[in-house]
Every structure is written in structure tokens, then in C-alpha cells.
Nanobody
Framework: QVQLVESGGGLVQAGGSLRLSCAAS????????MGWFRQAPGKEREFVAS???????TYAASVKGRFTISRDNAKNTIYLQLDSLKSEDTAVYYC????????????WGQGTQVTVSS
């Protein structure tokens, strides 16, 4: 079981930036592919971005070119840089971990709120 703790959320104006962090409590961080998801009020949780243990990345079309996911394996941490924020990016952002070779995210953080004011 991996414990995940997100931080870095907050209130920002449209067009602004934030950087989210997710710290993982595991000695086998490189055994996990990592992802960011978000859930806006009244909506389903949706995929935002993922990064494999190799460093390969995938993005949702709605954030591609504006958000950047990265990982620091020495710190057991992943990041999500959010630039050119829009009001529709307002959501609770969740970090998740999936074992390499697995087919679902098994571990989730508690979430961090991002609010973009227009």
C-alpha cells in the first residue's frame, strides 16, 4: 500500500499558474506509474495526466500544452505544473499510483483543491 499526500492547491486568477506536488511513502517508487486526476463539482472524476516509471507521459486533450507532469524518483514525488489556468480547471486534484504492469490505479491521495477565478 502506498500513501500519497498532495499539496500545492489554492486560489489563482485565470491565466495564472500553480504547481501541485504528490509525495509517496514507498521504498519502491520506481515500481509505480503515477497519475493526476481531477473532479469538479457535480462531475465525474477525469484523467488529467500520467507519468510512467520510465518517464513517459500522457495528457488529457483538455490540458495538453498547458500542464506538465514530472517525477523526482530521488524524492518519491511527482509534480503537476499548471499554466494558463482556466475557470474550467477548477476541481479537486488527486494523485494516484498504479503498479507497473497493472491495469488500474490502486492508491489515491486525499486531493487538493484548485480554484481558478475568472
Amino acid at each position: 500500500q502506498v500513501q500519497l499526500v498532495e499539496s500545492g492547491g489554492g486560489l489563482v486568477q485565470a491565466g495564472g499558474s500553480l504547481r501541485l506536488s504528490c509525495a509517496a511513502s514507498t521504498r519502491a517508487f520506481t515500481s509505480y506509474d503515477m497519475g493526476w486526476f481531477r473532479q469538479a463539482p457535480g462531475k465525474e472524476r477525469e484523467f488529467v495526466a500520467s507519468i510512467r516509471w520510465t518517464g513517459g507521459t500522457t495528457y488529457a486533450a483538455s490540458v495538453k500544452g498547458r500542464f506538465t507532469i514530472s517525477r523526482d524518483n530521488a524524492k518519491n514525488t511527482i509534480y503537476l505544473q499548471l499554466d494558463s489556468l482556466k475557470s474550467e480547471d477548477t476541481a479537486v486534484y488527486y494523485c494516484a499510483a498504479q503498479r507497473v504492469g497493472g491495469n488500474r490505479y490502486e492508491n489515491w491521495g486525499q486531493g487538493t483543491q484548485v480554484t481558478v477565478s475568472s
